[in-house]
């Protein structure tokens, strides 16, 4: 990296580390507080600054429930195929409350390879004709895997690996209790059908930015956060090489 585009890095996250001080964002008053790894704060600052929720916000459920294919004929027979045209405008799935676990971003190395987990859940509106509400959530955890590489002089470089939604941690709830017997069938494969596409549109938002803010740092800056949080982590025994180095481990 060109020494001037290295400098204007690392003043660049000399200032996130003081905004990270002094800006109450929701979720992230208790995330700087403590002895948490300074990578797992630049992944956090990163995502609230490229507004990673608002992005999640803009999810068009319904939509994607259609182009998949998903949505046929369960739900889009129950909001769209007996409906008038007004009703139309009414039926929808509105994403709201969105919560991205900021304060538990947590690091898991081996070696030069490293993955951050992230954890996330937010509320679902089902709005039907006549304005009845059922209301829903969804949780998962999302993982991106990177690790450094080195070419043939001995330069490392960042190769960003897979990003996805753990499958077990996907969860689909209903929480509207007065449930019409009719509905919840309805609701069933409703619920099946989120769980299929929600993961899919939440990696396309969330993981290009991930990518965007480690990209951002110089590999070397990046091998010595990496090597800072290897100092905070309980080690793994099985992690320990045959040269007594330790080197695997979580932070966050």
Request: aromatic share 4%.
């Amino acid at each position: 990296m060109h020494p001037l585009r290295r400098l204007l890095v690392l003043l660049s996250l000399l200032a996130m580390s003081s905004v990270l001080h002094r800006q109450p964002w929701p979720g992230l008053a208790k995330a700087h507080t403590g002895s948490g790894s300074t990578l797992a704060r630049i992944i956090a600052q990163g995502l609230m600054n490229h507004n990673a929720e608002g992005r999640i916000q803009n999810i068009s459920l319904l939509d994607s429930l259609k182009d998949s294919g998903q949505g046929a004929p369960g739900v889009m027979g129950w909001l769209i195929g007996s409906m008038n045209i007004q009703q139309q405008q009414k039926g929808s799935i509105n994403v709201t409350n969105i919560q991205l676990d900021y304060d538990g971003v947590r690091l898991s190395f081996r070696k030069e390879w490293f993955s951050a987990n992230i954890s996330l859940e937010f509320d679902m509106e089902l709005i039907l004709p006549h304005n009845k509400i059922i209301q829903m959530r969804a949780h998962m955890n999302l993982v991106a895997e990177s690790w450094l590489e080195k070419d043939e002089f001995g330069r490392r470089d960042l190769v960003m690996g897979n990003c996805h939604t753990e499958p077990s941690s996907i969860r689909v709830t209903v929480l509207t209790e007065d449930i019409p017997p009719k509905t919840k069938h309805f609701l069933h494969n409703l619920r099946e059908n989120l769980g299929r596409v929600i993961p899919h549109l939440v990696g396309t938002q969330v993981c290009p930015l991930i990518n965007n803010i480690l990209r951002q740092l110089d590999v070397k800056l990046l091998k010595s956060l990496m090597d800072e949080c290897l100092r905070l982590v309980r080690w793994d025994p099985s992690g320990v090489a045959t040269d007594g180095q330790k080197r695997s481990g979580s932070c966050s």
